[in-house]
Every structure is written in C-alpha cells, then in structure tokens.
C-alpha cells in the first residue's frame, strides 16, 4: 500500500509522457551510485517504460541482483531515502508458477513516484517483466487496447488496492499473447537485456 504521502497523488491514468524516460534515467543513476556492485542490472519497466502507452504516473524500476540479502540491500536504499514496502505481497510474486522473493521500496518522502522492485538475478519474475514491456513495445493493437483498458478501469476504480486486483487476471491474457509473441519472434531476456538495460 502507499504511503501517506503518496496517497496525495491519487489514482489517475494519463496519457504518455515524453519525460518517463528520463525521470527513470536519473532514478537509475542515484540506485546505481548507491547499490554499485549489487545491482547486476537496472531496468525500466511497467507500462511508463513503453512509448505510448497510457500509465499511472509512476515510474516502475527493476534491479536485478545475485542475492536478495535484506541486511546489505535496505540499508543502500534507506541511504539515499527509499523506503521498503512492508506488504506481504511486496515481498514475493508468482511467475510461471513458481514463488519469486522480491524486495520492493518507496521513493524518498515527496520524492518523484515510482516502485524500485528488487529481483533475483534473470529468475521467472525478471522474465515476465522484460517479456511484458518488449511485447507492448513492439505490438500496436495490444499496446492500444492495453491502453484503453486501463484507463476506462482507473476512470471506474478510484481505488488503489481495487484496481490491482481487478487488473491482476487481464493482465494474464495479455501474458499469454505476449509468450505466444516470444516464441514466434525468439525473443529471450538475453536480447532483451542487451537491448535495453542499464547495469
């Protein structure tokens, strides 16, 4: 859940933003200067990361690292003034049906909005999310109708929490369309990372 501070940006879908790139560029650099070695890679990821695509002004970060070691990563983070989430559900996903540790943080009180989300190396967890931001990158009706979708839903659902849930099943549909795109392109996580990331 958010914090309270955060609570003051409300829920609002907007149409992209030409500024998304940067604000994620200079985040990546301060986590970089802070994490140095421990993060393997950083990536720009959720729907901010694909040009065109209407998002949730928050700027959604993957850090991939070789271990999820509480004790060296939360103080690099309360360092420069993120905060860890403490929800349950901030602390592990299921990808490909199998249970994935992740760590996620808050921006710095009145810090730009985003969520740093932790990972573990190039696990199922770190696929899906690459998988999902290439494959909206690269098809225009399912970017489109991504698109429209979840701005009807955060017209409807003013509720954080409601609409994650709500968002949660169409959001394997669109992974499904998205594994058939990544075998009939040969798309890996390799090419991906190559393509796009930052370490």
């Known amino acids: 859940m958010p914090f309270p501070d955060e609570l ?9 933003r030409s500024t998304w790139p940067r604000d994620f560029a200079r985040i990546s650099e301060r986590l970089a200067s ?28 993957q850090v991939r690292v070789a271990r999820l070691d509480e004790k060296t990563l939360v103080p690099a983070f309360e360092g420069i003034g993120f905060r860890l989430r403490p929800e349950e559900w901030n602390r592990v996903e299921i990808s490909d049906g199998e249970e ?50 979840k701005s009807r839903l955060a017209r409807s659902v003013t509720d954080v929490f409601a609409y994650g849930q709500i968002k949660a099943p169409a959001t394997e549909i ?5 594994e058939t795109w990544a075998a009939h392109t040969g798309w890996t996580v390799e090419k991906s990372t190559a393509e796009n990331s930052t370490a």
């Open 174 to 178: 669109l992974m499904a369309a998205a």
């Open 8 to 16: 003051a940006h409300g829920l609002t879908v907007v149409p992209y």
């Open 100 to 149: 994935c540790p992740k760590l996620v943080f808050a921006p710095p009180k009145g810090g730009r909005p985003c969520n740093v989300h932790v990972r573990v190396g190039n696990g199922p967890n770190v696929r899906r999310n690459l998988l999902f931001r290439d494959f909206l990158r690269a098809d225009e009706r399912a970017r489109k109708a991504w698109g429209d979708f």
């Open 34 to 61: 802070a994490l140095g070695s421990k993060a393997l890679a950083i990536d720009h990821v959720g729907s901010t990361s694909v040009p065109g695509l209407p998002a949730k002004d928050c700027i959604d970060i």
